[in-house]
């Protein structure tokens, strides 16, 4: 087929985002300029985020590997913002580093780019290309400090266990395709047979590269060493972009592929949610280290969210969508703070609790944003994450998923047990301990102004919701598949 | 618009007082009261206005004195629906004077972070309030739920911390765990009868008075009952369920406490009444046994434990637990009669419980123990003070002439023609109130004396504070007249629809015996 001007307007987003790219990797060549290198950043980000409303002007619309419909166009959005979000933080977080600062905003754009395609993909190639794509720049973001011992650390693992994941899926789509002869996803769902042993093999490698990108249990052991190590935007891109591109995709092969519908799947599925909640809350029972309690958080959180998987029809794709809002924002609010408070010259990031003992007497708007994100990661009304935790619920009582409804009910009160010991810790008196604090005048910088405006937003949405479930209602609607 | 505003009041003179501390410690305190005492003044000239008579039989009009609605989440038909029937406005009125004690009984008592205290517990009003007013089931379930943030602050920051492990940031998060994992049992029971409403009908609503009339299958029906019904016996609290309490009582702040049993029992009561009854009648007929059988549990299972404590808090943290079998029993008696009494006796116990409380926050301010093992003799050292706990402690065992004297009386009348042998069983409890209340008094303030030198005697706010109280129990002991006919028409309303099906098909297995 041949490309008309159509097709390049759908994927201008991307197409902006390459040329960031590229112009961010020349203006490093030419002359380093930090604060100018964020600013190129962030001015292709917004452009892409603008173009979206180009784009949905032609939507739906696919060519043979990639498709743009309303799924496309949300998760694009989301990275989008998120890429944006991390740029801001990792401008406060790199400004005075002495290091090369530039090429973390090339591999940040070149790993939404990833994203992008990944999210689009619907075909093994660009499935596989955006995958790798999302991942590779990660491991150099990951392993950014490196004269930090824990990021290289940091790093180093999220490669080698990244390349294993790989190799599952290169494998997984190997066998589909032996089944099938086709690799996209429209011709693996037609020439799909039932019971097929093979195939569901290979739908079931696929599945475990996936699940440990979105570090589903028992595919999570990486999670937290790789959050507590990784400079702070770093683990922030990891915990958002790279979740919603994962995840996103795996919602598409689950709700187009037969491979994934089969009555053995979905048990599987249901077992791995639920194994994926309650592990995830038990093992962040015990954290003192913030990054590493967020890290078991977000997995627990995507085994709420894997509800969406198994029911896959009726409110799923409308609850996958409003959920991963909520959790996105807050989970950006959550990681900014911590990246506010850290700075990579004074050694390791401020992430232990007890650094944040008595927060609130210091810096009492840099806590009231902690405590209302960790009130919307544990689903208190008023926040976000209520919103979001609500349309789980309902969607596993509409279904009658009652093993279900029953994990996300247990996994949230041990939940609130480690948020509530977080919260407490900001407010307690302080101690003679050592200080971990924000700039002065971190609330006029674009960092904290960013951190504050997420915090407004999680109460908004948790407040007034009505928009942002009309905005996904309709690009659920417009949704292949 | 008034019934929001009864709503913001709180939530924005609590912000204020968080603002204001910087201009000094006072400010906030009598920023505080200013609020507390326009929410009351608000709610007194309601009542003076508005008619909470008798609706016509058969209830053509609106069952609702007042009410106000906005759409809010139209995809899932969720509305922000305020409503007010004689029920809440006793209630409101009720939140608005123990906020004005709670305010006043922590003048002294708080002095770290003021600000933030009384925006913790203006907040913690402001969602009771929101509870009450609230009859579209989400908003019912946001209140319900966002109440519970700043008392876990309440108690986490400003409590005591008591002796070997118990601290009171393990009581707070206790506390926070109970009430919060129950209230998403409810959370669920809310979501199953909106689907099956939506499975009948084809729309979303959360509204009370579409949701009355789901049809339900007899299993579905009690499944959803028994959900609203857990999250409602962890707060009132069904003994079982009770756990959290005397914890929670233990080491919270006597503001903290005054709300907990004054108010925050009741809006368990509340929902009681308002929801569980109304929306499932015949799951809640099936279950009046099982649900009188832990009322009379929980009136002997407190009342037992009570006279076993050490700790004074405690001793009145169990009397709750018992108080609050007599309004279980009454609540699902279902006869005029008995939900009338539970009103009283809601009502009744706020202000003795309250009272009592408050006497044991200005012991610990002059012994700075809780411990009754440490007191004894006080009678003659410290002024008024054991005088008034001797009028609160009568009341408390439901002396005739108190306010709890009318609701004990009317929940037994009303419920004996339904449960006659429930009736005479937990008429015995009575017994042991007394018996709990007598060593309350014994060990204080009779007794050998721990020392001779007198302590100083109530300042004119703690007796102002005191006399208060004092009087209202004996209002409402003596002449409970105006309160009984403003909550009739909600009563007699909530009558009528549980008793409805027992008319037609079931009769209790009580009634046999």
Known sequence: MTLTTTHLVALLPLI?????????????????????????????????????LVVWQVTPIETPLLVVDGLTIFATALILVSALACTTLGHAYLEHYTGPA???????????????????????ATLFFGLELLSMPLYGMLAYAFHERRSLEAGIKYLILSAAATAFLLFGMALLYSQTGRLDLAGLASG???????????????????????????????????YEGGPGPAATFLASVSKIAAFIILLRLVV????????????TLVVLALATMLVGNLLALTQSNLKRLLAYSSIAHFGYLMVALVVSD????????????????????????????????????????????????????????????????????FTAGFIGKFYIVALGVEAERWWLVGGIIVGSAIGLYYYLRVMVTLFLVEAGMRRRDAPHDWGVRAGGVVVMGLALLVLLLGVYPAPMIEWVRVLAATSIG | MTLVWLILIPFIGGL?????????????????????????????????????????????????????????????????????????????????????????????????????????????????????????????????EMMLVPMYFLIALWGHSGSKGNTRIGAATKFFIYTQASGLLMLVAILGLVFAHHAATGEYSFSYDDLRNTPLSDEMAMWLMLGFFIAFAVKLPVVPLHGWLPDAHAQAPTAGSVDLAGILLKTAAYGMLRFALPLFPEASQAFAPIAMGLGVLGIFYGAVLACGQQDIKRLIAYTSISHMGFVLIGIYAGTQLALQGVVMLMVAHAFSAAGLFILSGQIYERLHTRDMTRMGGLWGRLGSLPGFSLCFVAASLGMPGTANFIGEFM??????????????????????????????????????????????????????????????????????????????AAMSEIQRLFADPALTSTTLPMRAS
């Open chain 1, 102 to 124: 530039e090429e973390f905003y090339l591999l940040l754009l070149c790993s939404a780019a990833g994203g992008m395609v990944l999210a689009a993909s619907q075909h093994l």
């Open chain 1, 192 to 226: 799909f047979a039932e019971d097929n042993a093979w195939a569901l093999a290979g739908a079931g490698m696929m599945l475990v590269a996936l699940g440990f990108k979105l570090s589903i249990v028992p595919f999570h052991l990486w999670a937290p060493d790789v």
């Open chain 1, 16 to 52: 902006l985002v390459c040329a960031t790219a590229i112009a961010v990797m020349l203006g490093i060549a030419w002359r380093r300029h930090h604060a100018a290198t964020v600013l190129v950043t962030a001015i292709g980000l917004n452009l892409a985020l603008l173009s979206l």
């Open chain 1, 256 to 267: 187009v592929s037969p491979a994934f519908q089969g009555e053995w799947l979905q048990e």
């Open chain 2, 16 to 144: 204020l007082c968080w603002q204001t501390e910087r201009m000094g410690t006072m400010l906030p305190r009598w920023i505080a009261l200013g609020t507390m005492l326009l929410e009351l003044a608000m709610t007194l000239g309601l009542w003076l206005y508005g008619d909470f008579r008798l609706p016509e039989a058969g209830g053509g009009a609106s069952q609702w004195a007042m009410e106000w609605r906005v759409a809010w989440i139209p995809r899932f038909g969720i509305d922000v629906h305020l409503a007010l029937d004689g029920l809440s406005l006793v209630l409101i009125a009720l939140t608005g004077f123990l906020g004005m004690l709670a305010v006043v009984c922590s003048w002294k008592e708080i002095v770290g972070r003021v600000g933030f205290f009384h925006l913790n517990l203006l907040w913690i009003l402001g969602g009771v309030v929101g509870v009450f007013l609230a009859i579209d089931l989400f908003l019912f379930f946001f209140f319900w």
């Open chain 1, 314 to 381: 009726g409110l799923a794709k409308e609850t996958a969508g409003v959920y991963l809002i909520t959790y996105v924002v807050t989970v950006l609010a959550a990681f900014g703070v911590i990246t506010v408070l850290s700075s990579p010259y004074g050694g390791a990031d401020a992430a232990a609790l007890h650094h944040y003992r008595g927060l609130f007497w210091r810096r009492p708007y840099l806590t009231a944003v902690l405590t209302i994100t960790m009130l919307s990661l544990a689903g208190i009304p």
């Open chain 2, 411 to 488: 929940v037994l009348f009303g419920t004996f023609p339904v449960a006659p042998v429930v009736v005479a069983v937990s008429s015995v409890g009575l017994v042991l109130a007394a018996i709990y209340s007598l060593f309350l008094m014994q060990r204080v303030h009779y007794g050998p004396a721990q020392g001779e030198e007198p302590l100083a005697g109530l300042d004119r706010r703690e007796y102002t504070m005191m006399l208060g109280l004092l009087a209202l129990v004996l209002l409402f002991g003596l002449y409970p007249q105006p309160l009984l006919e403003t909550t009739g």
